[in-house]
């Protein structure tokens, strides 16, 4: 299996800046791309951002030139920089691992979530 914990969430005025970090354990090498969800209280869990195992990233525009998402393949850890962070930017974000086909049929299961990271902006 996979595990993934988040880890640099917390409490920050409107317009400071996070860095949020989700180190990724276990049956890595089945892994052929990480994500960045967020969910408000109240509504849907929403992507966004992802970087492939070759390196390519895709941010939702929404959050182009605030959100970068970035990674350290030898400490198997993805990174998300906030800047400019906005009071609408308050949620829960979590880290998710999307497997390779072979690593589905091996390990049974295709996606895997970490727990979590609270990250609330004042105004």
């Known amino acids: 299996q996979v595990q993934l914990v988040e880890s640099g969430g917390g409490l920050v005025q409107a317009g400071g800046s996070l860095r949020l970090s989700c180190a990724a354990s276990g049956s890595t090498s089945g892994i052929d791309a990480m994500d960045w969800y967020r969910q408000a209280p109240g509504k849907q869990r929403e992507l966004v951002a992802s970087i492939t195992r070759a390196g390519r990233t895709d941010h939702v525009d929404s959050l182009k030139g605030r959100f970068t998402i970035s990674r350290d393949n030898a400490k198997n850890t993805v990174y998300l920089q906030m800047n400019t962070l906005k009071p609408e930017d308050t949620a829960d974000y979590y880290c998710?691992?999307?497997?390779?086909?072979?690593?589905?049929?091996?390990?049974?299961?295709?996606?895997?979530w970490g727990q979590g990271t609270q990250v609330t902006v004042s105004s």
């Open positions: 998710h691992a999307r497997m390779s086909p072979r690593a589905r049929g091996v390990l049974g299961e295709y996606e895997y």
